[in-house]
């Protein structure tokens, strides 16, 4: 069987994904019309599988690919115990992005996780329902405030737009990523200090149930060679 390298199949992560292969002397291509979902590798014996960069920690885990480039936060949220089912194999440099928690500005008196515990469990008394967060990282938002003993809160779901939770009155807080910081700004809303919930950058992985012949795993070790693993 041939190695499979799941990839991004638009979007932010595709087009540099691309670069950091070809940078390695690994040429990743489109094949088909601009629509069709088919690509190609030069210089190795992988076949390419054009994912949503959301679903390439599943196929992973289910083994259905080898190898598999997306964000360190989608692995992270997507699979418990996600570092049994997969394993980093490099730490691309590309797709940085923190994983924050966000109060409205106007909470002058709220600027730390402390301040934002000790807000939720007023909350709760005064308005008689937990203080919401929005976001779609239910997994590493409620280990984090487990963690650091918050428990006044809950979470609601929300899988884009997030910023915009608090101005329509869904959620009093949010939890999503930022890079530049200004869906953040507009949205008149800030970070609380301290080190972020995660970090994430693209990472190319290795799923460790696939089925990996023997072939297979030869085809690997040259793979790191090629590109310097
Ligand atoms: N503003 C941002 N700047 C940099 N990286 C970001 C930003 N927002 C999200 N990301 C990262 O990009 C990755 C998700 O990429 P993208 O948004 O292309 O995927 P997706 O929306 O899940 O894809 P699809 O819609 O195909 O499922 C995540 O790992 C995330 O950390
Ligand atoms: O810090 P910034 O550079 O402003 O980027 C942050 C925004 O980017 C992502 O949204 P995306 O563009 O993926 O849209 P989404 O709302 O559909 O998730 C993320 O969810 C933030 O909303």
């Known amino acids: 069987m041939t190695?499979?390298?799941?990839v991004p199949s638009k979007g932010r992560l595709m087009e540099k994904t691309f670069q950091w292969f070809g940078k390695r002397g690994l040429t990743l291509s489109r094949t088909g019309s601009e629509r069709e979902y088919a690509g190609a590798v030069e210089g190795a014996d992988i076949e390419l599988v054009l994912l949503s960069a959301g679903e390439?920690?599943?196929e992973l885990s289910a083994g259905r690919i080898h190898l598999g480039v997306t964000g360190s936060d989608l692995v992270r949220e997507k699979l418990s115990l996600?570092?049994?089912r997969v394993e980093e194999l490099a730490l691309m440099g590309f797709g940085h992005a923190d994983?924050?928690?966000?109060?409205?500005?106007?909470?002058?008196?709220?600027?730390?996780?402390?301040?934002?515990?000790?807000v939720a469990a007023a909350f709760r008394a005064q308005h008689g329902h937990r203080l919401r967060i929005a976001t779609k990282y239910h997994r590493l938002v409620r280990d984090y405030l487990r963690d650091a003993g918050v428990a006044d809160y809950q979470l609601v779901d929300s899988q884009g737009a997030t910023e915009g939770t608090v101005k329509n009155e869904t959620a009093e807080a949010i939890a999503d990523i930022t890079s530049t910081g200004e869906t953040l700004r507009a949205n008149h809303l800030k970070v609380l200090g301290g080190e972020p919930i995660h970090q994430s950058q693209a990472?190319?992985?290795?799923?460790?149930?696939?089925?990996?012949?023997t072939e297979d795993r030869a085809e690997l070790k040259r793979l790191e060679g090629i590109l310097g693993l």
């Open 3 to 6: 190695l499979k390298l799941g």
């Open 56 to 58: 390439i920690p599943r």
């Open 82 to 84: 996600w570092d049994q």
């Open 99 to 118: 994983l924050i928690l966000a109060v409205p500005v106007a909470w002058a008196d709220v600027d730390t996780l402390d301040d934002l515990d000790a």
């Open 203 to 213: 990472t190319l992985f290795r799923a460790r149930s696939a089925d990996w012949t």
